[in-house]
Every structure is written in structure tokens, then in C-alpha cells.
């Protein structure tokens, strides 16, 4: 089968919307240039366009003409790297998902280990942001929560009351497999997220990981958050005010 062959027949095989770089192709090294070559037809033929420099989608047919790959079609390109997730969405797009606050962004937060993440395709527009430890798919989910615990003062219109109750209520819904992960996770993350994270396990009568948390923090060092303590009654065994 020669290399146009090969390319024609993976894209055949991707869905309507689906966007893809040289990469996600079975390409090998010797067959650039006859592939690059081969991209370039299916453009000009119109079964393909490009969304940007190496970059590339199948589009959409409808009674109302070609659809551009949407918002989350766009994201997965970056977020993941040879199948494998590499980094997540977090700031105030996430924070909206998980009910912390109403504002929408017009600019979202990707955070990933080894890489800086810039996005300004179509209506997307991605700035980078830091994650503490290498994502993937066994973490990143979790990776979202302990970054609300860090960002906590600075979510916009936030209600902490309700705040903490939903943040509670994810880390109820968690197994002792996940917990033992977050709480590794979170040993990566600034002292003020493990005294909150801990004060939040230990309200919700979760004792798993409480000691490592407590034994990895300056018992002398107090922790800003601006909570009442009928938000979380604890929250002096963590030192936080």
C-alpha cells in the first residue's frame, strides 16, 4: 500500500469533526515528505482542511454546510498526546463545571506538567497553566480538585459555604484507592491545600491519609482561607482561619 493509500484509507476511517496531526497517523519517519505530499491532495479536494500549521480536520457535512470542529474536539488535540491524556482544563472554566462559580472565561486554563499549552483556533483560546505532578488519566480529576483548594480565595463570585459543601460531596464520592491518590497528589501542592484538604477529609469522617497530611505541614504556620467556622467546624486541628 503506498503512503497516499495509507493516509487516505486512516482518514476514511475518522469520524466527521475529527481533527488530527502528522502524529496520530501511521506514519514512518522515511514517509514525511510522500505524506506531506499526500495532505495536500486531500485539501485540495476538499476532504480535509487545515485548522492550523500541522494541523488538520475532517469536516462536517449538513443541509446547512460544513461545521468546524467544536470546542471540545479542539481541546482533546492538546490534552492528549498519542492517546495518552498529558494535561487538563483548570481556572474558572473548571471551577464553573464544578458549580464554584457562574462566570464563564473567555480564555481557558490547561495545565500540564512539561508542556506550555497555547490555543487560538477558531472559538477557542487556551492560555498554560502549572501542574504540580504529570497527569494522566488515573489523576487528572483529581488534579481539579486540589487545585480549587489552591485557588479557593480566588475563584470569582464564590460562595464558600456551598463551596466547601460541594467540594465535600466529591471527596465523599471518591474509593480509598482514590483518596490514597489525591492525598499523594496533594503532598505535591502548596502547604495551605494539604491543611485544607485535610481539614475537608477529616470532616467528612474520612481518616485515610490524615496523618501523612498533618506530619507534612509546619505546625506553627497558620492558613488564610477566610472561613467560618460553621463552614468547617475543624478547621482549627489544620491551623486554617
Known amino acids: 500500500m503506498s503512503t497516499t493509500q495509507n493516509i487516505q484509507k486512516q482518514i476514511g476511517k475518522l469520524a466527521d469533526g475529527t481533527m488530527f496531526k ?9 514517509e514525511f ?41 479542539i481541546l482533546k488535540l492538546y490534552l492528549f498526546e498519542k492517546g495518552k491524556r498529558i494535561a487538563y482544563i483548570t481556572g474558572t472554566s473548571l471551577y464553573n463545571r464544578l458549580g464554584l462559580t457562574t462566570q464563564i472565561p473567555n480564555n481557558i486554563k490547561i495545565a500540564s506538567r512539561n508542556k506550555r499549552i497555547t490555543i487560538s483556533m477558531g472559538n477557542v483560546n487556551a492560555s498554560p497553566a502549572k501542574s504540580y505532578v504529570d497527569v494522566n488519566d488515573k489523576n487528572f480529576y483529581l488534579l481539579e480538585l486540589l487545585d480549587a483548594l489552591k485557588d479557593f480565595k480566588k475563584i470569582p463570585d464564590l460562595d464558600k459555604n456551598s463551596a466547601i459543601k460541594i467540594l465535600s460531596q466529591k471527596l465523599k464520592e471518591l474509593n480509598l484507592t482514590e483518596i490514597k491518590l489525591l492525598i499523594k497528589c496533594g ?23 490524615l496523618t501523612v497530611l498533618k506530619t507534612s505541614l509546619n505546625p506553627v504556620s497558620e492558613y488564610d482561607y477566610g472561613i467560618d467556622k460553621k463552614q468547617l467546624p475543624n478547621m482549627k486541628n489544620w491551623n486554617i482561619k
Do not use: H, M
Not at 495536500?40 to 446547512?64: C, H, V
Not at 503532598?187 to 491519609?209: C, D, M, Q, S, W
Open 187 to 209: 503532598l505535591a501542592y502548596p502547604p495551605r491545600v494539604r491543611a485544607f484538604l485535610g481539614a475537608l477529609l477529616e470532616n467528612i469522617k474520612t481518616e485515610t491519609g
Open 22 to 30: 502528522y502524529e496520530q497517523l501511521a506514519i514512518a519517519p522515511e
Open 33 to 73: 515528505s510522500a505524506a506531506a505530499k499526500a495532505i495536500e491532495r486531500l485539501i485540495a479536494k476538499d476532504i480535509i482542511k487545515r485548522a492550523s500549521t500541522g494541523i488538520f480536520y475532517k469536516p462536517q457535512k449538513t443541509i446547512f454546510g460544513e461545521l468546524k470542529p467544536n470546542e471540545q474536539e
